[in-house]
Each structure stands twice: as structure tokens, then as C-alpha cells.
């Protein structure tokens, strides 16, 4: 006997992320794209777990007046070493910065996803990376491609930076900036 199938409610992200559209649209959810805002100002003192909550259902709040009473998902991924909070680079020089301190060490990727339904709740995702050590001329090829440019920690894992990860421990997609299976478990309980 098969199991029924989860039918999930059509929702908004509140994100102008096409990487975790595409993550959405591969994973064959139902959902339209409205983009949020929010101040990405890290608070002193904030920890990156409370950071990445506050900031994502700071988006959501952005997008609610617009949603006409859908749910709502938004998010907010970080890179975090050492205790440090490693958003987007602001300039190339910030990109080859990140890399050096996340050269042959590990990190964790945190997503904090908001759901704004009738019953909110936030969630976070954590997922250890291992980056392989990196050379100069690495640093140098893959800032100068221009990828690291508007990625959390200053990468792409599914992009050039690929060749850098040596493993992961936990959601592949949430290193993408979005954890998928989270997001499924979120809107699935939200029927009920």
C-alpha cells in the first residue's frame, strides 16, 4: 500500500535568492516569489543562531502585508568560524579574506527559515563543511570569477567552490541557502 501524498499549501518566499527558488522549484513545491527585507545589522553580542532567526522572520514580516494571507517562508544563511559571523563579502578583497580563514579548516552554515503562518515558528538548520587548504592562486582564480561576490561566507557549494569541499555533515541544500527537507517538515506541519 502507498502512503498518501502530503499536499503542501501554495506559499511565498520572501527571498530574491535564485538559488533557493531553484532549490523550491527542483524539489516541486508550489510557492510564488516575493523578495523581503530586512536589517542585516549583527546586533553586539548576537549569537549567529538568534541572528539568522531574527533576520529571517524579519523578511517575512516585510512580505506579509503582500502575501494575501499565504504562508510565508523566509530565510536568512550565514557561514560561521570560530564564532564569527561570515556574511556576503562586500568587495573582492572581503571574498579572499573569508577564503583564507575558512582555508583547510571547518565551518558551519547556518539557515534560520521563518515560516509565517497561523501558527509562526523559526527554525535552524546546521550543517558542518571541510574545506580543503587553499592556495593563493586558489584564492585568486575564484574571486577573480566572480562567484563569491553575493554568497554567505563568500562561496558557492554548488558552484566552482566545489572543488574546495572535502565533506559535509548534514543538508547539502542548506549550505545552498535553503534546507529543503526543514522546509518540507515546516509546511507539512502547518496543515495540520
Given amino acids: 500500500m502507498m502512503a498518501a501524498v502530503v499536499r503542501l499549501p501554495r506559499f511565498v518566499l520572501a527571498s530574491a535568492s535564485p538559488r533557493r527558488a531553484e532549490l523550491l522549484l527542483a524539489a516541486g513545491f ?7 527585507t530586512a536589517d542585516e545589522t549583527l546586533y553586539p553580542d548576537e549569537e549567529p543562531d538568534a541572528y539568522v532567526r531574527r533576520v529571517a522572520q524579519a523578511k517575512a514580516e516585510t512580505v506579509s502585508p503582500r502575501a494575501d494571507g499565504q504562508p510565508i517562508i523566509a530565510a536568512d544563511t550565514v557561514v560561521v568560524v570560530d564564532g564569527q559571523i561570515l556574511g ?5 578583497d572581503d571574498a579572499r579574506r573569508m577564503l583564507q580563514l575558512l582555508s583547510g579548516r571547518r565551518h558551519v552554515v547556518l539557515t ?5 503562518a497561523p501558527i509562526p515558528r523559526t527554525e535552524v538548520e546546521s550543517t558542518t563543511v571541510y574545506f580543503s587548504h587553499l592556495s593563493s592562486d586558489d584564492i585568486t582564480w575564484y574571486v577573480e570569477s566572480g562567484e563569491p561576490a553575493d554568497k554567505a ?24 541557502g535553503l534546507p529543503i527537507a526543514l522546509v518540507y517538515r515546516m509546511l507539512a506541519g502547518a496543515r495540520n
Fill in 30 to 36: 508550489d510557492f510564488e516569489v516575493i523578495p523581503g
Fill in 88 to 92: 556576503k563579502p562586500d568587495n573582492s
Fill in 112 to 116: 534560520g527559515v521563518h515560516l509565517a
Fill in 153 to 176: 561566507g563568500g562561496y558557492a557549494i554548488q558552484g566552482r567552490a566545489a572543488r574546495f569541499v572535502e565533506r559535509i555533515v548534514g543538508s547539502y541544500s542548506n549550505v545552498v
